[in-house]
């Protein structure tokens, strides 16, 4: 099938680095969110980036031009025709089942339906919608349009040209594309989840400062400490995460999530998005 508009909903921290790996493969993108304030600053954001990249010499200013004018922002969601969509909304099946279906009722009989999820069944996702065999998981990692690995996760509905399309639709935007079993976190979130909540809790136990365990994990190879991470996540995403993961797989103790990032989630302590996290950050 022929890729030639790709649409993404949700223009927070993935939503806006999908859109630019899109555009910046020549795609028309589409970038859909229902805050008008959203898209704005997606806007900006997605300026700063292409204009870094330009700085550093990796692209020239003419392709930063060229991709900036492959994205039209949306918040009328009549207006969002594709061949397919990428949600990058929140991390609740509900929301994003509603999403889907109201896309289907505007697009044509072929258009496919991939979710970022980071933790729920796409399984349990695909049944909800009008039309199962067209949805799959494709779960890019943050900063999307850095990052290579993008999870393909397939469902027992999804059909072998859906698979086929959006795998090669990865090929073609540059990534590296993993086929996973849809299960809870797929497998770099399963991986990744004691290294949030063993750090998490050290500091409730107060055996370590989250300073110290950001500094050693650095110094022990790791790109990012496991706060710092979080904080550039989105604690919000972190924390619902790691519950769905929990619930999905039955509550096991060593899983349990952590009061102290639920405590900043409730108080709005989102990380780099909202300026504070386990860290200050200044421009949010
Ligand atoms: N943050 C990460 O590191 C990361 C990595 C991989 C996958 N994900 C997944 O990507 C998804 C989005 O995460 P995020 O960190 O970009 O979230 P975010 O909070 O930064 O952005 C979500 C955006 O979606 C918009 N939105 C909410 N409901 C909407 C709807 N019904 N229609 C259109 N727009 C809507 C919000 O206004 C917001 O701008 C989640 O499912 C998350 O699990 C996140």
């Known amino acids: 099938m022929q890729i030639n508009t790709i649409g993404v909903c949700g223009a927070g921290t993935m939503g806006r680095g999908i859109a630019l790996t899109a555009a910046l493969a020549g795609f028309n993108t589409l970038l859909f969110d229902l805050?008008?304030?959203a898209l704005e600053k997606a806007r900006g954001q997605l300026v700063k980036e292409l204009n870094k990249s330009v700085e550093k010499k990796k692209i020239t200013e003419a392709i930063a031009a060229?991709?900036?004018?492959?994205?039209a922002f949306t918040s009328e969601i009549e207006y969002c025709l594709a061949e397919i969509f990428i949600e990058a909304i929140v991390?609740?099946?509900?929301?994003?089942v509603a999403l889907f279906?109201?896309?289907?009722?505007?697009?044509?009989?072929?258009?496919?339906f991939a979710s970022n999820t980071s933790s729920l069944s796409v399984t349990q996702m695909a049944k909800a919608i009008q039309h199962p065999e067209r949805v799959i998981g494709l779960h890019f990692f943050n900063p999307a349009h850095l990052m290579k690995l993008v999870e393909v996760v397939t469902t027992p509905f999804t059909a072998t040209a859906v698979q086929q399309t959006a795998w090669q639709l990865m090929l073609d935007l540059k990534k590296t594309p993993v086929l996973c079993i849809d299960s809870p976190g797929f497998i770099v979130n399963r991986v990744a989840r004691p290294y949030y909540i063993e750090s998490l809790r050290l500091i409730e136990e107060q055996k370590a400062t989250m300073e110290q365990i950001d500094r050693i994990l650095t110094s022990a190879g790791f790109k990012m400490g496991p706060f710092a991470l979080m904080d550039l996540i989105g604690n919000d995403i972190n924390y619902a995460v790691s519950c769905s993961v929990y619930d999905q797989l039955g509550k096991p103790e060593?899983?349990?999530p952590s009061f102290v990032q639920q405590q900043l989630v409730q108080t709005g302590k989102w990380g780099q998005k909202s300026g504070e996290g386990y860290y200050q950050y200044k421009n949010a």
């Open 91 to 96: 991390e609740q099946i509900e929301p994003k």
């Open 101 to 112: 279906n109201q896309l289907a009722e505007l697009n044509h009989g072929d258009c496919i």
């Open 254 to 256: 060593r899983l349990k």
């Open 35 to 37: 805050q008008p304030e």
């Open 66 to 71: 060229q991709a900036l004018s492959h994205i």
